[in-house]
């Protein structure tokens, strides 16, 4: 049977115009060729603009104008010594008492290890607590991930080349979605060339003429893509690409340690190449929000306890149904000292 002829999935891909849904796949209104002639896919690219511009509007006091305009001007901003050194060793401290429950997913020759930041970890992490909730830190997310509501935070450690695999496909140049969402990192250690630093163009969230069009143009072609990413609505840009759009060459962030890096992942962005074993660890903040909305919601804490909470519950389901199979879930239980190793 035809996708179109099942009318049950019907409310739920139209409800996903309407909100972060992305797919072109797996989603066959937000997939179809007609539509996207049309203009579908380019008008939700603009409205989702127009919806963020004013939500930072209305967070523009929660960071200051000079951050803001170098934010909005290069799609990413890099403020070093937000932390100093004791807090980074007294948040180091923290984590090699073995905090939380660390869990790992795998790309290609890469692991990612992280741990969510909720109420019962940071309970015993008081370092790590206290720069959490630092109010300069949770206003510059508040405002860059034009969402007053608190952003999913977790410590990550990225892991280059840690596994036999395929290359990392985080390590092409790509757009995380068709509208503005956030993403940083609070570095707890030095991240030199070698160590895979994150890497960005700057530039490329601004929504121009060019990037419009080129976004148009690839909603045509999405739904038959195969690289595993743009068909799910993560459009890939390969050099030829940015020359079209008119941008810079993907930049490489080296910086020390206590350095925030705060960037809009509908920009072009990915991991940069790094040594063999090498690994980088840090604080990582992830924000989204519905991308019509014009209301950047309130900051309740209610809200990151439900977060984190359904979080840890899909992570269980999904722990038991891998297991049922005989098989791990994508994202998997490890031993702390498979991540914390080197502290």
Not at 234 to 257: C, H, I, M, Q, Y
Request: glycine content about 8%; aromatic content about 10%; proline content about 6%.
């Amino acid at each position: 049977m035809p996708r179109l002829l099942k009318l049950h999935l019907w409310p739920g891909w139209l409800l996903g115009l309407l909100g972060e849904a992305k797919s072109f796949k797996a989603n066959p209104i937000l997939g179809a060729r007609v539509l996207n002639l049309l203009g579908l896919h380019a008008l939700r690219v603009l409205l989702s603009h127009a919806a963020t511009n004013f939500r930072w509007f209305m967070l523009r006091g929660r960071m200051p104008k000079e951050l803001r305009a170098r934010f909005h001007r290069d799609g990413v901003v890099a403020v070093e010594d937000f932390i100093g050194a004791e807090t980074i060793a007294a948040i180091r401290a923290d984590l090699a008492r073995g905090p939380g429950e660390p869990r790992q997913m795998v790309q290609g020759d890469t692991a990612t290890q992280r741990i969510l930041l909720d109420d019962e970890t940071l309970a015993s992490a008081p370092a790590l607590a206290a720069t959490v909730s630092d109010k300069r830190f949770t206003d510059w997310l508040a405002y860059t991930g034009a969402k007053a509501t608190p952003s999913i935070l977790y410590v990550q450690r990225i892991r280059n080349g840690s596994l036999s695999g395929t290359a990392d496909p985080q390590k092409v140049m790509h757009s995380d979605t068709f509208h503005p969402t956030m993403k940083a990192w609070l570095f707890l250690e030095d991240v030199t060339p070698e160590k895979g630093p994150f890497t960005y163009v700057r530039g490329s969230a601004a929504l121009t003429w060019r990037r419009l069009k080129w976004e148009y143009r690839r909603s045509l072609v999405a739904a038959r893509l195969n690289d595993g990413y743009s068909e799910k609505g993560s459009f890939r840009a390969n050099p030829e690409d940015l020359v079209e759009l008119g941008l810079p060459a993907p930049e490489g962030l080296t910086v020390k340690a206590g350095t925030l890096v705060i960037g809009l992942t509908n920009g072009f962005h990915g991991r940069g190449q790094a040594e063999e074993g090498a690994s980088r660890l840090e604080i990582w903040a992830y924000s989204r929000h519905n991308p019509f909305n014009p209301l950047p919601g309130l900051p309740v804490a209610a809200y990151a306890k439900a977060q984190n909470a359904a979080l840890k519950a899909w992570w269980r389901h999904q722990d038991k149904k891998a297991a049922a199979k005989g098989r791990r879930a994508t994202w998997h239980r490890i031993a702390a000292d498979k991540m914390f190793d080197n502290l």
